[in-house]
T-cell receptor, first 113, second 114 residues
Framework: EDKVVQSPLSLVVHEGDTVTLNCSYE??????LLWYKQEKKAPTFLFMLTSSGIEKKSGRLSSILDKKELSSILNITATQTGDSAIYLCAVGHYFGSNYKLTFGKGTLLTVNP | GAGVSQSPSNKVTEKGKDVELRCDPI?????LYWYRQSLGQGLEFLIY????????KSGLPSDRFSAERTGGSVSTLTIQRTQQEDSAVYLC????????????FGPGTRLTVT
C-alpha cells in the first residue's frame, strides 16, 4: 500500500527559530515529491523535487530529497508568525499507467511571537 | 481564469439528499483532480481526469460518488444519498498535464451533512 508519513504531526516554536519538517514515503514508481502550505482551505504549492532536482530553495524555505532514504525535509529558517500553517507533503507516482498524488497527514506548525 | 474556482464554497445538506460540487480549472490545464479532506486528516485522492477521461475511479469512496468532466474544462462531483460521514472539505486541483507538473488547488467546498 502506498503511504506518505510526515513528522512531527505538530510543532510549536517561537519566532526566529529554525524548524525541520520530515516526510518519508513508500510508493510504486516514484516520480516527484511536492510540498504544500495550507493556511485556510486551498494548499499553495511550495516546491517540487524530482530525481533531476533534489534540492530547492526559496527565501527562508528550502527542501531536500533523499531518494536513497525515500525521504525529504523542509527547512524554514528565522520563522515568522506568518509561517503558521499545515505543511503537506505529497508524492507523485504511477500505478500502472495512472498517475496520482498521495498526501501525508501534514505537520501543523505554530509560530508564536 | 486566474486560478481554480469551486462552487459552492459551503454547502449544508440533509442526510439522504444529493449534492453537486463544481470545479472550474485553470484555463489550458488538461488534468483535473478531486480530493477530500476530513477534519484532522490529510488529503484523500478521489479521482482524476485527463481531458474528459477518468482512467481510474478506484479512489471514489462508494458508488454514491461520481464525477464527470465535459469539454475538457469544468468538472462536477456528485454525491448521491449523502451520509454524515461525507462531511468534509472537497478540494479540486488542476495541472497542465498529469505526471511531472505541480497541481494548483481551488479554495474547496465545505460540505456539511446534517
Amino acid at each position: 500500500e502506498d503511504k506518505v508519513v510526515q513528522s512531527p504531526l505538530s510543532l510549536v516554536v517561537h519566532e526566529g527559530d529554525t524548524v525541520t519538517l520530515n516526510c518519508s514515503y513508500e510508493v510504486t514508481n516514484f516520480r516527484s515529491l511536492l510540498w504544500y502550505k495550507q493556511e485556510k482551505k486551498a494548499p499553495t504549492f511550495l516546491f517540487m523535487l524530482t530525481s533531476s532536482g533534489i534540492e530547492k530553495k526559496s527565501g527562508r524555505l528550502s527542501s531536500i530529497l533523499d531518494k536513497k532514504e525515500l525521504s525529504s525535509i523542509l527547512n524554514i529558517t528565522a520563522t515568522q508568525t506568518g509561517d503558521s500553517a499545515i505543511y503537506l507533503c505529497a508524492v507523485g507516482h504511477y500505478f500502472g499507467s495512472n498517475y496520482k498524488l498521495t498526501f501525508g497527514k501534514g505537520t501543523l506548525l505554530t509560530v508564536n511571537p | 481564469g486566474a486560478g481554480v474556482s469551486q462552487s459552492p464554497s459551503n454547502k449544508v445538506t440533509e442526510k439522504g439528499k444529493d449534492v453537486e460540487l463544481r470545479c472550474d480549472p485553470i484555463s489550458g490545464h488538461t488534468a483535473l483532480y478531486w480530493y477530500r479532506q476530513s477534519l484532522g486528516q490529510g488529503l484523500e485522492f478521489l479521482i482524476y481526469f485527463q481531458g474528459n477521461s477518468a482512467p481510474d475511479k478506484s479512489g471514489l469512496p462508494s458508488d454514491r460518488f461520481s464525477a464527470e468532466r465535459t469539454g475538457g474544462s469544468v468538472s462536477t462531483l456528485t454525491i448521491q444519498r449523502t451520509q454524515q460521514e461525507d462531511s468534509a472539505v472537497y478540494l479540486c486541483a488542476s495541472s497542465l498535464r498529469t505526471g511531472w507538473y505541480e497541481q494548483y488547488f481551488g479554495p474547496g467546498t465545505r460540505l456539511t451533512v446534517t
